[in-house]
Each structure stands twice: as C-alpha cells, then as structure tokens.
T-cell receptor, first 116, second 110 residues
Framework: DTGVSQDPRHKITKRGQNVTFRCDPI?????LYWYRQTLGQGPEFLTY????????KSRLLSDRFSAERPKGSFSTLEIQRTEQGDSAMYLC??????????????FGPGTRLTVT | LAKTTQPISMDSYEGQEVNITCSHN???????ITWYQQFPSQGPRFIIQ???TKVTNEVASLFIPADRKSSTLSLPRVSLSDTAVYYC???????????FGSGTQLTVLP
C-alpha cells in the first residue's frame, strides 16, 4: 500500500502529557498537510509544508502545537501539555506539485487522540 | 472564502440516483467546486472537481449552473457502501488548504 500512513491510529493520554504523531506521505508528494477533525464536523486545517518548509499555520495551531518535516519526508505533530479540548482526529494529507491541483489531497486514516 | 450550505443528511435506497445540492452564493470568479467523501474512521477522499457546466468521472457527476451559485453532486445507482459524509468545498484553485463545512450524511438503505 503506497497511501498516506499515520501512526499511531489511536492514542489515549492524560491531561498535561505530551504526545507526538507521525505521518508518512505518499513518497513522491512534496506537499503535506495536517488537519484536525472533531465529531460531527469537517476537518479543519492546521498547517502545511512544502518539502521541509512549513509555509502556513492556522490560528488553531496554538503554541502548544508544533509540527516538523525534516528532510521533506515524514512529518511529526507534537502537542505539549495536552488538554481535553485537544481530543480529536488528527488527519494528515499529501499532494503533489505536479499533476492534479491543490484540491486533490490524499488523506491518511488519522490518529484519534483522547485526552482524559 | 465562499461559505457553502448543504443538507445535514439524506436517505436513499440502493440502486437509486442521489443528488446532493450545495449552495455557494458568494463564489468568486477564481473559485473551483470540489467534493470529498468520508467514511467513518477514514480520511476524506477526493471525488470530483469542476468550475462550470458538467463534469463526469467514473464515480460521480457534478452539475454547475451558469451562475455557479450552487452545484449538485450526482451519484448514480448508489449502493450500501456509498453511505458516507459528502463535503462540498469552494476554494480558489491556488488555495493550499481545504476548507470543509459540516457535510451531508448520506445513508443508503437496503
């Protein structure tokens, strides 16, 4: 399977702990996105990378959130001092500069975070 | 960004054609209309995209009237496996992030 993969699929953590999620995009895709989705809502954009450069960050991305994409391959999203409001599905997507335009993004299965 | 309005939910029966309409009264000249599908516990999946008139692919058709203030996603002969949430998105073709609304929950009944 050469789709977008995310790890872990599920994470339960206690309030105040730090968590880190990993995303492996489709190998030839140089654009990578992070979204957050809560129950009953559509995904909300968090941040975007082109290669290793983080080019956009949503206002949703508080200073407790940090994302990296070293070497322009996989990406990590870290949440420090988790709060119950961080409980959500965290989705990663990737797309290519060539071929289809930005609107065709390929999503991974997501990491479901539960903060107790 | 143009705001989209679509029904919260729809029911249909297997084998029927389903049409989901999305309103986007403030669509801009540079905006495209894109539809995504999402199954439970999965990420969204691109279905179709268009600018005007009609677009058809192996999965669906997208009808866009001349004023572009609405669009209709048409799914021919739905099956139980088409039960999902369908999102209508309106964005500039150069937009980097996708802006999702709440979507339409389509339930296909046997």
């Amino acid at each position: 399977d050469t789709g977008v993969s995310q790890d872990p699929r599920h994470k339960i953590t206690k309030r105040g702990q730090n968590v880190t999620f990993r995303c492996d995009p489709i190998s030839e895709h140089n654009r990578l996105y992070w979204y957050r989705q809560t129950l009953g809502q559509g995904p909300e954009f968090l941040t975007y990378f082109q290669n290793e450069a983080q080019l956009e960050k949503s206002r949703l991305l508080s200073d407790r959130f940090s994302a990296e994409r070293p070497k322009g391959s996989f990406s990590t999203l870290e949440i420090q001092r988790t709060e119950q409001g961080d409980s959500a599905m965290y989705l990663c997507a990737s797309s290519s500069l060539q071929g289809a335009a930005n609107y065709e993004q390929y999503f991974g299965p997501g990491t479901r975070l539960t903060v107790t | 960004l143009a705001k989209t309005t679509q029904p919260i939910s729809m029911d249909s029966y297997e084998g029927q054609e389903v049409n989901i309409t999305c309103s986007h009264n403030n669509i801009a000249t540079n905006d495209y209309i894109t539809w995504y599908q999402q199954f439970p516990s999965q990420g969204p999946r691109f279905i179709i995209q268009g600018y005007k008139t009609k677009v058809t692919n192996e999965v669906a058709s997208l009808f866009i009237p001349a004023d572009r203030k609405s669009s209709t996603l048409s799914l021919p002969r739905v099956s139980l496996s088409d039960t999902a949430v369908y999102y209508c998105l309106v964005d500039s073709g150069s937009a980097r992030q996708l802006t999702f609304g709440s979507g339409t929950q389509l339930t296909v009944l046997p």
